[in-house]
């Protein structure tokens, strides 16, 4: 079956200027996670979305929001774009983002975003 | 709070050589899954294992073992007889099952130990 599947996988933006991007989960998978990946911070959890409704959440500015569509295809924003934002920001895809023994998360290969 | 400890930031070894990358972690839930992932330099996570806390059972797969010793909180990975294609970012994680709403779809992750294989 096919994986999870990000686009776009590279990004330039400007400072200042906002970025969308696209995750599409693994067919039958209702939650999806996102990260930012940076070489000072390591990985960091963003937020989970399952049914179109944000459950958990990180640590990080309101800057950074998400949504996720009736499809379970989520999309994560990040407004007013600061050089720190540069990252590879990864979602995974689960079958209900709970912790127990049948579920493990599927990750997608990336968006690697750069912020000049 | 959960915290993941991988304290080797690098390692390097020649081919056929053994290797074990170490993993410490914490946690105040009784109920928890640890997870090891490889990042290839393609950029994505791929699944290696999951162990739940109640299951500590040594586990091998081909050339992969894990040995999971609760009274050390320690994960530890070991790859026998590493191969060049093993060369790549491995990473040590943690989910809750018992923290509710805060646990849901979030994987505490270590920093990563690089390991690069020279043939």
């Known amino acids: ?116 | 709070a959960q915290k993941v400890t991988q304290a080797q930031t690098e390692i390097s070894v020649v081919e056929k050589e053994d290797v074990t990358l170490d993993c410490v972690y914490e946690t105040r839930d009784t109920t928890y899954y640890l997870f090891w992932y490889k990042q290839p330099p393609s950029g994505e996570l791929v699944f290696l294992i999951r162990r739940n806390s109640f299951d500590e059972q040594n586990e091998i797969s081909g050339r992969y073992s894990w040995n999971f010793q609760k009274s050390t909180s320690s994960f530890n990975f070991t790859i026998t007889a590493s191969q060049v294609v093993d060369s790549a970012v491995y990473f040590c994680a943690l989910s809750e099952a018992e923290a509710g709403g805060t646990s849901y779809g979030k994987l505490t992750f270590g920093q990563g130990t690089i390991l690069t294989v020279h043939p």
């Open chain 1, 1 to 116: 079956k096919a994986g999870v599947t990000q686009t776009p996988r590279y990004l330039i933006k400007t400072r200042g200027q906002q970025v969308t991007l696209s995750c599409s989960p693994i067919s039958g998978h209702r939650s999806v996670s996102w990260y930012q990946q940076t070489p000072g911070q390591g990985l960091q959890f963003l937020f989970e979305y399952f049914s179109e409704t944000q459950r958990n959440k990180g640590n990080f500015p309101g800057r950074f929001s998400g949504r996720q569509f009736s499809n379970s295809r989520s999309e994560m924003n990040v407004s007013t774009l600061e050089l720190g934002d540069s990252a590879l920001y990864l979602c995974a895809s689960s079958l209900d983002g709970r912790a127990h023994a049948d579920t493990e998360a599927f990750f997608g290969q990336g968006t690697r975003l750069t912020v000049v």
